[in-house]
């Protein structure tokens, strides 16, 4: 174990305790949200179908973005809060054109973008190689979010403050980010690996909001992202074929100690997503509490060979890319 990771991991469970002991839950704003557009990727199931219904109970346009059964979520959350306001689009973020399609398709149709909540993931997959070449499980987890993220700043400019949310985890601190290793292909994917993997997935989400925070600031978009904790979802089930006992015994019991219910992680999204407060920028949040982010995201170094190698991944053009 290095001595970079103890730390982390101390320092997280130090805040854990600290937040349970001091912190009251937040009230949420009562703010009503029509005329305000949405996007949830990942958002037929799980954290962020329940995040959709809680924005359009509000009255906000949602657009799930995902790239499957989006028309039953759509009519499920119609069902549910009356909000006919909303829309599937198909999404891949697997794929880099896949993310381009949708792009061009809302900067096409939409006026503006208020919130963008870039929710959707995978655990542990044995799938190693999307058909860009890229390592999967990152393309799915960060590089197709931050592609997405830089397509929609037009839209999102639009809206004077939107607000950007990455969807982030306490692996995260069990990270082994290196700027030459963000996208590895050429090794037998074993259980170890699928774990490190999904940890620098949520380190780069955490990174993510942080960069995008520093940068959009100047046109008054905010970055954050946030820790659900744990919410027993289908991104759990892949731990069935999971061979290392230890690893898998951590998360079981972890998940049972630490579940939340899913509409409250769903309001806690609502919570950031909705403050204007200047202080809620490039932060990662625990639930509704400003936690604390891996320590080598405070070099800043590090931080930026990161987001320079993302933009070559995702094979962004210069004019896309954001001038600091
Ligand atoms: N649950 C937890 O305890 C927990 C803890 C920490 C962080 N998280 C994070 O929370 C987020 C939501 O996870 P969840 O627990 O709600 O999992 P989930 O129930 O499995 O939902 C994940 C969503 O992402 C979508 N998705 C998967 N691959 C995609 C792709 N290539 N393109 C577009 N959408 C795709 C899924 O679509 P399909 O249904 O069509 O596959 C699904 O709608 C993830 O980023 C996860 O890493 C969850």
Same mark, same amino acid.
């Given at each position: 174990m ?6 982390d991991?101390?320092m #997280?469970? *130090?805040?854990?305790?600290?937040e349970?002991?001091?912190c ?10 029509v ?11 799980g954290?962020?179908?329940a ?6 109970s509000r009255g906000?346009?949602v657009? *799930?973005a ?5 028309e039953s ?5 119609i069902?549910?809060?009356?909000n ?7 999404l ?16 096409k149709?939409?006026?503006?973008i208020?919130i ?14 999307? +058909?860009d070449?890229?390592? #999967? @499980?990152m393309q ?11 397509l929609?700043? /037009?839209p ?5 403050q939107a607000?950007?949310?990455?969807v982030?985890?306490v ?8 700027? /030459? ?10 259980d170890?690996?699928q774990?490190l993997l ?13 960069e995008f925070?520093?940068?959009l600031?100047k #046109?008054?978009?905010?970055?954050n992202s946030?820790?659900p904790?744990? +919410?027993?979802t ?11 006992? @230890?690893m898998?015994s951590?998360l079981m019991?972890? *998940? ?7 509409l409250d992680v ?7 997503a909705i403050?204007n ?20 995201l405070m070099d ?6 990161l987001?320079?190698?993302m933009?070559?991944?995702? /094979? ?9």
């Amino acid at each position: 174990m290095s001595l970079s990771f103890a730390y982390d991991l101390l320092m #997280y469970i *130090l805040a854990r305790i600290y937040e349970f002991i001091w912190c009251r839950d937040k009230p949420i704003p009562l703010k009503c949200l029509v005329g305000k557009t949405a996007i949830v990727t990942g958002g037929n199931a799980g954290i962020g179908l329940a995040t959709a219904t809680v924005l359009a109970s509000r009255g906000c346009r949602v657009i *799930l973005a995902d790239c499957q059964n989006g028309e039953s979520s759509r009519d499920q959350i119609i069902a549910s809060t009356d909000n006919k306001n909303i829309v599937y689009k198909h999404l891949d973020l697997s794929s880099l054109q896949s993310v381009r399609n949708f792009a061009a398709n809302i900067c096409k149709t939409e006026e503006k973008i208020d919130i963008l909540i870039n929710n959707a993931g995978i655990g542990l997959t044995k799938r190693l190689v999307s +058909v860009d070449g890229l390592n #999967y @499980l990152m393309q799915v987890n960060i590089f197709g979010a931050f592609l997405l993220t830089h397509l929609l700043l /037009e839209p999102m400019k639009k809206a004077k403050q939107a607000k950007v949310i990455f969807v982030s985890s306490v692996l995260a601190n069990f990270h082994s980010l290196r700027a /030459e290793k963000l996208n590895i292909t050429d090794f037998e994917m074993d259980d170890e690996h699928q774990i490190l993997l999904y940890s620098n997935s949520k380190a780069c989400c955490i990174l993510a909001a942080q960069e995008f925070g520093k940068k959009l600031e100047k #046109y008054g978009i905010t970055a954050n992202s946030i820790d659900p904790v744990g +919410v027993r979802t289908q991104i759990f089930k892949p731990l069935g074929d999971y061979n290392n006992w @230890l690893m898998k015994s951590f998360l079981m019991v972890g *998940l049972q100690l630490a579940a939340q219910d899913v509409l409250d992680v769903a309001n806690c999204f609502l919570n950031v997503a909705i403050r204007n407060e200047p202080a809620t920028n490039g932060k990662n949040y625990v639930l509704s509490h400003i936690g604390r982010k891996p320590t080598i995201l405070m070099d800043r170094k590090l931080c930026q060979d990161l987001w320079s190698k993302m933009e070559d991944l995702v /094979e962004l053009k210069p004019e896309e890319k954001i001038v600091s």
